[in-house]
């Protein structure tokens, strides 16, 4: 049974003029764990001064988060590094879901499709290139995130852009050194770029940085 997305809490930051044009392209923006699909406006918006052609959409997680107002993809209350990996795969179709709906309506492939997580959002995003079958995106940036576990298998169709603060204490750097590590071994086509002083958040520095990924071809 296919899974559905309700994307009535989902905001479009972004529609191009054309929206069913060939060259439109789809940026999904996840947040992280006890946030809302507003609080990435101001990337989102930031990012659709540049890419006027894409869509650019803030989607929202879809349950209620145990810890603070927001939402979440699954829960964080007792997590642990090992039963982690078991909410999150729980929590994927849910995930897969939300990007094939926006797909669709966007007209847009998964070659032309970027998903841009930020923390629990990006817990996502990396994890949906660990599935196997056909490949959701073309690229996927991760924003202060982390895989659930050390990646396994080499996502052919899809570029991962890992971007961290070096003074994240929530998921720190070492997590996206050893991912990149990782990916790099399974000849994944990755990237990393750290900014110096950063903590568990997004600068103005990660939004250039993002804009200049999503400027560069497929191929790293």
């Known amino acids: 049974m296919t899974m559905l997305h309700d994307r009535q809490a989902d905001i479009v930051i972004h529609k191009p003029r054309h929206p069913m044009a060939p060259s ?4 999904l923006l996840f947040h992280g764990v006890g946030s809302r699909a507003e609080d990435l406006r101001p990337l989102g ?11 650019v ?33 729980a929590a994927m179709p849910a ?11 966007a007209g847009a492939d998964p070659a032309h499709t970027t998903l841009v997580g930020f923390s629990q959002g990006a817990i996502m995003a990396l994890e949906a290139t660990q599935v196997a079958g056909a490949a959701l995106a073309g690229r996927v940036i991760s924003l202060a995130g982390r895989f659930a ?37 399974l000849g994944a086509r990755t990237s990393l770029d750290r900014f110096p002083g950063l903590a568990h958040a997004i600068d103005a520095r990660v939004v250039d940085a993002i804009a200049r990924r999503l400027g560069e071809t497929q191929a790293l």
């Open 45 to 55: 918006e930031a990012l659709a001064a540049q890419r006027a052609q894409d869509w």
């Open 149 to 185: 576990q050390a990646p396994r298998r080499r996502p052919p169709e899809t570029n991962i852009h890992l971007m961290h603060g070096d003074e994240d204490r929530v998921m720190p750097v070492a997590l996206a050194v050893d991912a990149d590590r990782h990916l790099r071994a």
């Open 24 to 27: 439109a392209g789809l940026v």
């Open 95 to 105: 995930f897969q879901a939300a990007v094939l709906c926006w797909q669709r309506e």
């Open 57 to 89: 959409v803030s989607v929202r997680s879809p349950s209620p988060a145990d810890v603070g107002a927001g939402w979440q993809w699954f829960s964080v209350l007792g997590v642990t590094e090992e039963n982690r990996p078991a909410r999150v795969a």
